[in-house]
């Protein structure tokens, strides 16, 4: 295996085993949010008493938003093999998902307990634009869109 082999598998394990962690992290905060559906087994706490307020809100999208960009890491995992790329673009590619991937759900969770940390949502949001544009660079580069 040549090291541009290795650094690839390498880094396309790192992201599928952080996708397949986000799912973890997703299903459990699924669960937790169950507890309180459709007057479940618990009574919601009064913060999040409120189906449609924006504290329940931004938990829930911090629950979709592990499992979606958990599933995207992993995609990013087996999609590596596929890109023309050098070393540093992958690694900046990978390290942006994981990043990008990892903060959403966090600060969407945190923001659903203090709103002023919704202000950094556009760092996770700009993160994993980095990786999808360089992904999409490197599938334009290969000749794999057409």
Known sequence: MSASDHIRTRLAHRN????????????????????????????????????????????????????ALGLTNIFFGFELPNLS???GPLEVASLSMIVGATLMPTVLTLAAFSEPWKFLLPIPATATLVAVAIVFWGLARSGRLS
């Open 16 to 67: 599928r085993l952080v996708g397949w962690g986000l799912f973890l992290a997703g299903i459990t905060g699924g669960m937790i949010l169950g507890l309180w559906a459709f007057e479940g087994p618990m009574a919601a706490p009064e913060r999040f008493a409120d189906y449609a307020g924006l504290p329940r809100r931004l938990l829930r999208l911090g629950h979709i938003a592990a499992m």
């Open 85 to 87: 790329l050098s070393r």
